[in-house]
T-cell receptor, first 114, second 114 residues
Framework: QKEVEQNSGPLSVPEGAIASLNCTYSDRGSQSFFWYRQYSGKSPELIMSIYSNGDKEDGRFTAQLNKASQYVSLLIRDSQPSDSATYLC??????????????FGKGTLLTVNP | EAGVTQSPTHLIKTRGQQATLRCSPISGHTSVYWYQQALGLGLQFLLWYDEGEERNRGNFPPRFSGRQFPNYSSELNVNALELEDSALYLCASNPLAGYTGELFFGEGSRLTVL
């Protein structure tokens, strides 16, 4: 059973701080990694994708991937109250039928306090 | 461009009944994925359809079934409803069948089983 683990939170940070969200995965052959944001009562939306080791930056968001440690993280700089949401880590497998679906973690609830 | 659309938005059924949920993907997308999001369980993969065929299914009993029509829209059927089937059912589509993890989600259908 391929698994994606996240701390459920809630993670609470003050406005302007850096929020750090973490995720581990069990399928060592996984190749594609994603962060989705889900506001309460809304559907998930993709905010970051990362495919190779290292950092990938997009505005205030930085995704970090370490395949050796099977670890992926998301940093949100200068956190804003509008960033308050559940952040879902998703992994696409690389073996057989599992290659064609995303496995999601349960999500981390982030609250940014004004 | 219209996004992924799902209907109905809300559905209330009683135990033992059948529920049918519908999804229209983004124009040009051939792959449709169904996920169940139950409270505390995160997003669980249900089914993947592409070009009218079921390509993969998650660890759900056979009473969860579906199909994809020639226009790529899809239908999810849940037979013999149980209380634990109460959840948000999310449909997503993908522009390149099986080759990316970027899923575009609809707003979901909330099923309540009484």
């Amino acid at each position: 059973q391929k698994e994606v683990e996240q701390n459920s939170g809630p993670l609470s940070v003050p406005e302007g701080a850096i929020a750090s969200l973490n995720c581990t995965y069990s399928d060592r052959g996984s190749q594609s990694f994603f962060w989705y944001r889900q506001y309460s009562g809304k559907s998930p939306e993709l905010i970051m994708s990362i495919y190779s080791n290292g950092d990938k930056e997009d505005g205030r968001f930085t995704a970090q991937l370490n395949k050796a440690s099977q670890y992926v993280s998301l940093l949100i700089r200068d956190s804003q109250p509008s960033d308050s949401a559940t952040y879902l880590c998703a992994v696409r497998g690389n073996s057989g039928g599992s290659n064609y679906k995303l496995t999601f973690g349960k999500g981390t609830l982030l609250t940014v306090n004004p | 461009e219209a996004g992924v659309t799902q209907s109905p938005t809300h559905l209330i059924k009683t135990r033992g009944q059948q529920a049918t949920l519908r999804c229209s993907p983004i124009s040009g997308h051939t792959s449709v994925y169904w996920y169940q999001q139950a409270l505390g369980l995160g997003l669980q993969f249900l089914l993947w359809y592409d070009e009218g065929e079921e390509r993969n299914r998650g660890n759900f009993p056979p009473r969860f079934s579906g199909r994809q029509f020639p226009n790529y829209s899809s239908e999810l059927n849940v037979n013999a409803l149980e209380l634990e089937d109460s959840a948000l059912y999310l449909c997503a589509s993908n522009p390149l069948a099986g080759y990316t993890g970027e899923l575009f989600f609809g707003e979901g259908s909330r099923l309540t089983v009484l």
